[in-house]
């Protein structure tokens, strides 16, 4: 037991934490709530009140989205959705102005 015990204290390691797979994971979760924000958006029975709730709901996720995609720097393929997010809370802010403004 004492063996164990001492191989176990001996053997720490920094590690980074940060794992694409678990990017991977978040940012497709992003992803997926993005596109059901998007539904519930495109609804035409939403209050305006509501509609702005969407834009910043819609808008965090996006943000959230993007600084995941800013950590994995060397992978071509995630600015894309960082942009079709920036893009779609941009989107949500126009119906939330509209609505307000009359």
């Given at each position: 037991?004492?063996?164990?015990?001492?191989?176990?204290?001996?053997?720490?390691?920094?590690?980074?934490?940060?794992?694409?797979?678990?990017?991977?994971?978040?940012?497709?979760?992003?992803?997926?709530r993005?596109?059901?924000?998007?539904?519930?958006?495109?609804?035409?029975?939403?209050?305006?009140?509501?509609?702005?709730?969407?834009?910043?709901?819609?808008?965090?996720?996006?943000?959230?989205?993007?600084?995941?995609?800013?950590?994995?720097?060397?992978?071509?393929?995630?600015?894309?959705?960082?942009?079709?997010?920036?893009?779609?809370?941009s989107?949500?802010?126009d119906?939330?102005?509209?609505?307000?403004?009359?």
């Amino acid at each position: 037991m004492l063996v164990v015990t001492c191989l176990l204290v001996g053997c720490s390691k920094n590690v980074d934490t940060r794992v694409a797979g678990d990017d991977d994971a978040a940012i497709d979760g992003a992803s997926a709530r993005l596109e059901e924000l998007r539904a519930r958006a495109a609804q035409d029975d939403l209050s305006c009140q509501d509609r702005c709730e969407v834009a910043n709901q819609t808008c965090g996720v996006a943000e959230e989205q993007c600084s995941l995609v800013d950590r994995n720097p060397d992978r071509d393929d995630l600015p894309p959705r960082c942009a079709q997010g920036r893009e779609q809370c941009s989107s949500a802010r126009d119906s939330c102005a509209s609505c307000q403004n009359g």
